[in-house]
DNA sequence: CGGATTACTGAACGATCGTTCACTTAGTAT
DNA sequence: ATACTAAGTGAACGATCGTTCAGTAATCCG
């Protein structure tokens, strides 16, 4: 019985006064839609609701955007252009191939958490429309970088070789992406022992440590 | 441009001969739904495409189910009692509990697998209905009694005591879970060895494993 | 044959969907 | 004041949605 929660546009916050009318910007538009995206699915939510929470009417919101369409668009695009960031950044270039793995997973984290609204509706996208296949097609872009990277892991003798590499990298991205079901920020763990965390179930999985295996 | 493909009912297969006039039975409609709420999502399948991959009229669909939410409820429930089945085997209850941890894992790896279409839909629900919200809450159970697992094998000394154990139990379904996502069945590993590369990594880490540590 | 049983049709319903359009409102810049 | 710019309104649109209903079709049993 929860009524609808309707947002406030924020103030300008600090930079020089805006042109026009105020009220919301496209940013901030796109921010509440994927919040509902997320709590309601994309299909489930209607403008309509989404025009309650942002307290506007429907065609206000295509004063924004010019389709529904475009809001999810613009959304996964932004969650994927972060993640593939991570795959241009120095560190992810140079140096053993294990060391860029772990650089790459525990970016891939770090994104994950900044972005999580974004990074999570780009999860739950499974190619309905031409904008969610060409989001799809992205990931998979992603993931074959990272395939290739622990493949040469392989091949240096740092990462088993007993199992599949696109095995590997599937659940190594299982672990990682399920942040987007479970982590919720403000919780007791910060980003990074979160990233240590997960980096150390990956590598050495969830056994007792023995003392005879250093690192 | 693909067509929608058509199905047809299958004859009774070996039984005796069903009475009434032939057709589609209510376990036959529910399969051929489950496909289409994942290839296209629960709320963006119509009745009405739904239909025409049954090659029937819509209102066919009601002779069979109530209604739309009935056809998720029931195939919800389907994948939840298989999971929790698992937890209530013989060899989940008794012996070290490393040993029930690694059943109830094997388990669910085996049950997501044969039951992949009804678990992929359970594990895209997100609370959206009253239907969703009662498989969210099975879910959760499940969850929780595999984190109790998960606090007794660390106790034992088996698991490692320096993450959380709910971390811990998170990203082992995370692992697991995304089976749905890239597994497809007649690939060219068997449930049984994809059960147990799980595990190895799960257990043991993607290192190299090393001479010096016998399991 | 007739009755029982199971499966299905076609038209229609009210509701809701995404989108459009002509118009208005509230601020800054000159 | 006037112009300009950005933001928002309210009514309406055709389409599609899930569902209902009265009637029909095809099989098995006796």
Redesign the interface.
């Known amino acids: 019985m929860s009524s609808i929660p309707a947002a406030v546009p924020a103030p300008p916050s600090g930079d020089e006064p805006r042109r026009g009318r105020p009220g919301y910007d496209q940013r901030q538009v796109l921010d509440i839609a994927v919040a509902a995206f997320?709590e309601?699915?994309y299909?489930?939510t209607s403008m309509g609701v989404l025009a309650a929470r942002l307290g506007l009417s429907k065609s206000a919101i295509y004063h924004h955007f010019p389709s529904k369409g475009d809001l999810l668009r613009l959304a996964l695009d932004e969650a994927l252009t972060a993640l593939e960031g991570v795959l241009t950044a120095p560190e992810a270039l140079q140096g053993r191939a294990a060391d860029r793995l772990a650089f790459v997973l525990r970016g891939a984290v770090i994104v994950l958490v900044n972005n999580i609204s974004y990074v999570t509706l780009l999860l739950?996208v499974?190619g309905?429309t031409d904008v969610e296949r060409d989001a799809l097609a992205r990931r998979r872009a992603f993931d074959r970088s990272v395939t290739a990277l622990v493949v040469e892991a392989r091949d240096e003798?740092?990462?088993?070789?007993?199992?599949?590499p696109r095995?590997?990298t599937?659940?190594?991205?299982?672990?990682?992406?399920?942040?987007v079901?479970?982590y919720r920020p403000g919780g007791p763990?910060n980003t990074e022992k979160l990233a240590d965390?997960?980096l150390?179930?990956?590598?050495?999985?969830?056994?007792?440590?023995?003392a005879?295996?250093a690192g």
């Not at 003798?157 to 599949?164: A, E, H, K, L, M």
């Not at 599937?170 to 942040?179: A, D, E, P, V």
């Not at 150390?200 to 056994?207: K, P, Q, S, Y």
């Open positions: 997320i309601h699915g299909d489930a739950r499974h309905n003798g740092s990462v088993r070789s007993d199992i599949d095995i590997v599937r659940l190594l991205f299982g672990m990682i992406n399920s942040l079901e479970w763990e965390d997960i150390a179930v990956a590598l050495d999985g969830l056994r007792t440590p023995t005879d295996r």
